[in-house]
């Protein structure tokens, strides 16, 4: 059964940087947030003190920077405990961190596809686990894990960062099972091509969003309790029609 969530008051964003994931704290902001946590890596904070003087222009009343690095999974549940004490309970958590990469180098580097998964997909499990458990404590909360179109079928022209999603869509959705009788939950939201500084580099493709757009939707899809959305809506039909392409036709897709 669905729940409609409680006001969002405390927010923390693993992957401070992320231009999704600030819209997204953004957009909670206005709509009534006013305790906010960013979790970036260790000596790349210095872009957060602008977007700490926005959050607080728009209304929130604390704004924080903590050590947050995808890659160190060791200090995953010191920085959820870190975010904790500094605003209390934790009404929303934003898991946006990840990296794109270059197909063409990754496919002929194993050292940095195996690097682009662990921040894509390692980094999130063990972060995800550290936030559940302490979501599970609270007995409310949503953590909010931003999966991608990609990881629905992998294609060989990002095959990578596609499995990556691929795993991680799946270890999401099953941590919401897990969560589902505790009083917290997991939304995951599945947008496609978003025009962003990490896209920039990669052609744009049909039904293209912005940062905003996907905000708004996790903004609306937390009031209603949803479990899973995609941004744009449209995207959820192309989707199913991907699943259904026979593999030689897969194959030829460009990208």
Do not use: C
Request: aromatic share 4%.
């Amino acid at each position: 059964m669905r729940r409609t969530a409680r006001a969002v008051e405390s927010v923390l964003l693993l992957g401070g940087r992320s231009e999704i994931g600030l819209a997204i704290v953004e957009r909670l902001v206005r709509d009534g947030a006013r305790r906010i946590v960013l979790a970036a890596r260790p000596g790349r904070q210095a872009p957060l003190a602008e977007a700490a003087a926005r959050l607080r222009a728009q209304g929130a009343a604390d704004v924080h920077v903590v050590d947050f690095d995808a890659a160190t999974p060791a200090d995953h549940a010191a920085t959820v405990a870190e975010a904790v004490r500094l605003v209390g309970d934790l009404d929303v958590v934003v898991a946006a961190f990840g990296v794109l990469g270059d197909q063409s180098r990754l496919v002929g580097d194993p050292v940095a596809a195996a690097e682009n998964v662990t921040v894509n997909l390692t980094g999130h499990v063990s972060a995800g686990l550290a936030v559940a458990a302490r979501l599970r404590e609270q007995g409310h909360g949503t953590l909010v894990v931003l999966s991608s179109v990609a990881g629905v079928r992998v294609r060989r022209a990002n095959l990578v960062y596609g499995a990556a999603k691929a795993g991680l869509d799946g270890f999401a959705h099953a941590l919401g099972d897990l969560l589902a009788e505790s009083g917290a939950r997991v939304l995951v939201v599945r947008p496609g091509y978003v025009r962003t500084r990490m896209s920039a580099h990669v052609p744009e493709a049909p039904l293209a969003t912005t940062p905003q757009q996907v905000a708004d939707t996790v903004a609306a899809a937390l009031r209603r309790g949803t479990r899973t959305v995609w941004v744009p809506r449209a995207l959820g039909v192309l989707a199913l029609v991907f699943r259904l392409l026979p593999r030689p036709v897969w194959r030829r897709l460009p990208r």
